[in-house]
């Protein structure tokens, strides 16, 4: 770890302020479980289509839940994009309105592109199209435990699971920041661990049942 890095974590860890998740989680692909459901973030039946949502479901082993780390940039302020393995769509806020409630779906990449001293968006038309909407900044909670805050760039809400709520389905949503709730809490978690685990425990079955 660099001396930038350590002196970063020292000054937060005198002042009891969030973390920063360390630029060498760039590209790996994990689980976002929420820590009062225990359900993990999932794009609807992994669809292609942009607008597709995202909500809280049971765990179990599929792609739909599976997200790649993308970091955009390289110090530890900037943000991060989350891009879906099953469909390589991206964690989107619906729009740029800071009102409590905003939808979170699932949208192709949106990349801004300087014209005349402006900027345009290269994207399909829809909503979801500026890129800091995809954009997040991950809190973590403490320095070992995998817990965070993951809040968008655009519009500083935070990623929500409406109520906690256990049900598959619940709808995922961007909501200003609540300290005490756990449906604001996400347990990141390596994939290809819990992976390895689920297959391990199949062969394992198997394995018994030949006997």
């Given at each position: ?41 999932d ?29 955009r ?33 699932g ?32 809190l ?52 290809t ?8 425990q ?10």
């Amino acid at each position: 770890m660099d001396e930038e890095i350590e002196a970063l974590i020292e000054a937060m860890r005198k002042q009891k302020q969030d973390y920063f998740l360390p630029p060498e989680w760039d590209g790996k692909v994990v689980f976002l479980k929420n820590t009062k459901s225990g359900t993990r973030l999932d794009l609807f039946a992994g669809g292609r289509a942009n607008g597709t949502p995202i909500n809280g479901w049971q765990s179990n082993g599929s792609t739909a839940k599976q997200w790649k780390l993308e970091k955009r940039g390289n110090s530890i302020w900037n943000s991060w994009a989350f891009q879906n393995v099953a469909s390589g769509l991206y964690l989107t806020l619906w729009d740029d309105s800071p009102q409590n409630g905003t939808k979170v779906v699932g949208w192709e990449r949106a990349i801004a592109k300087e014209t005349s001293g402006l900027f345009t968006i290269q994207s399909s038309i829809g909503r979801c199209n500026f890129p800091g909407l995809q954009e997040w900044l991950i809190l973590p909670k403490g320095m070992d435990n995998g817990k965070c805050l993951i809040q968008n760039a655009m519009t500083c809400q935070y990623l929500d699971l409406h109520l906690g709520l256990q049900e598959n389905g619940t709808r995922v949503q961007g909501w200003q920041r609540e300290e005490l709730m756990g449906n604001q809490v996400w347990m990141i978690e390596d994939a290809t661990v819990d992976i390895s685990s689920y297959v391990r425990q199949i062969l394992e079955a198997e394995i018994l049942l030949d006997f």
